[in-house]
Antibody
Framework: EVQLVQSGAEVRKPGESLKISCKGS????????IAWVRQMPGKGLEWMGI????????TYSPSFRGQVTISADKSISTAYLQWSSLKASDTAMYYC????????????WGQGTPVTVSS | QSALTQPASVSGSPGQSITISCTGT?????????VSWYQQHPGKAPKVMIY???NRPSGVSNRFSGSKSGNTASLTISGLQAEDEADYYC??????????FGGGTKLTVV
């Protein structure tokens, strides 16, 4: 069974750094893309960016470029989303999802990682 | 990049059909056939229901169908069931090779 399992809930203070993870299983990790999607409380989905773990080719949404870093470690089939200095406005649920290609449907999705940034 | 435009809410009775629209521009919906629709139940991760405008993934009911005309895509759900009550999001690839989502539509089955 193809699965994406994300790391657990995080609580941080403004200005702190954070790295959350998304581990793929049940398929060849390096042959598919992994996208990250933000969902702020009570709001809609926002596409943040996508990475191809095979060669780390990465594309960011203009809204998120420079705000986050997407990376992957193919040796452990894991993709990451990281912040160097969190803001309260980063409080959200973050999902990872697999794509057959950079433009393809996202399926399946991880269970989500809730991030709370509060002083 | 502005979000694709969806109605905030739609409603229908069991057994009826409803259609959710998703309007973009020639730089996204109108410029390619990479339009997808996702269903999200409260507290759950999204699930793809339609991809590449009108294709259904294995396991998705044939009550769900998709189409596109110009800069507007549509999701139609026929034979509404209580379990269809959820939020629905459209998405499209853009001319910059990024992806943009719609604002979401809350479907209520009354």
């Amino acid at each position: 069974e193809v699965q994406l399992v994300q790391s657990g809930a995080e609580v941080r203070k403004p200005g702190e750094s954070l790295k959350i993870s998304c581990k793929g299983s049940g398929y060849t990790f390096t042959n598919y893309w992994i996208a990250w999607v933000r969902q702020m409380p009570g709001k809609g989905l926002e596409w943040m960016g996508i990475i191809y773990p095979g060669d780390s080719d990465t594309t960011y949404s203009p809204s998120f470029r420079g705000q986050v870093t997407i990376s992957a470690d193919k040796s452990i089939s894991t993709a990451y989303l990281q912040w160097s200095s969190l803001k309260a406005s980063d409080t959200a649920m973050y999902y990872c999802a697999r794509g057959d290609c950079a433009r393809c449907k996202l399926d399946p999705w991880g269970q989500g990682t809730p991030v709370t940034v509060s002083s | 990049q502005s979000a694709l435009t969806q109605p905030a809410s739609v409603s229908g009775s069991p057994g009826q059909s409803i259609t959710i629209s998703c309007t973009g521009t020639s730089s996204d919906i109108g410029g390619n056939n990479y339009v997808s629709w996702y269903q999200q139940h409260p507290g759950k991760a999204p699930k793809v229901m339609i991809y590449d405008v009108s294709n259904r993934p294995s396991g998705v009911s044939n009550r769900f169908s998709g189409s596109k005309s110009g800069n507007t895509a549509s999701l139609t759900i026929s034979g509404l069931q209580a379990e269809d009550e959820a939020d629905y999001y459209c998405s499209s690839v853009t001319s910059s090779d990024t992806v943009i989502f719609g604002g979401g539509t809350k479907l209520t089955v009354v």
